[in-house]
């Protein structure tokens, strides 16, 4: 079974971005920014931005990559 990193990596290498609702979701993980933060510590290129909802009274972390070319 992949792990969370793992997963969380082959999505952002598909060109999809990824927010903490969609990781937790999509594969179980309630701490997006600390795998992110893993990731990035073997030497991935993540982004990321900050997003207000649609009413603009909340924000997030999204997280891409900007080529899937690794």
């Known amino acids: 079974m992949a792990t969370q990193c793992e997963l969380i ?3 952002l ?5 990824i927010n ?3 990781a937790l979701n999509r594969y179980g993980c309630f701490r997006l920014g600390a ?3 893993d990731l ?5 290129d993540i ?3 900050i997003v207000q909802n649609k ?5 997030y972390a999204e997280y891409f990559m900007e080529s899937s070319n690794e």
């Open 9 to 11: 990596l082959k999505h």
């Open 13 to 17: 290498k598909k060109g999809k971005k």
């Open 20 to 22: 903490p609702i969609q």
């Open 35 to 37: 795998r992110i933060h």
């Open 40 to 44: 990035k510590a073997e030497g991935h």
């Open 47 to 49: 982004k990321s931005k």
């Open 55 to 59: 009413e603009g009274n909340k924000h």
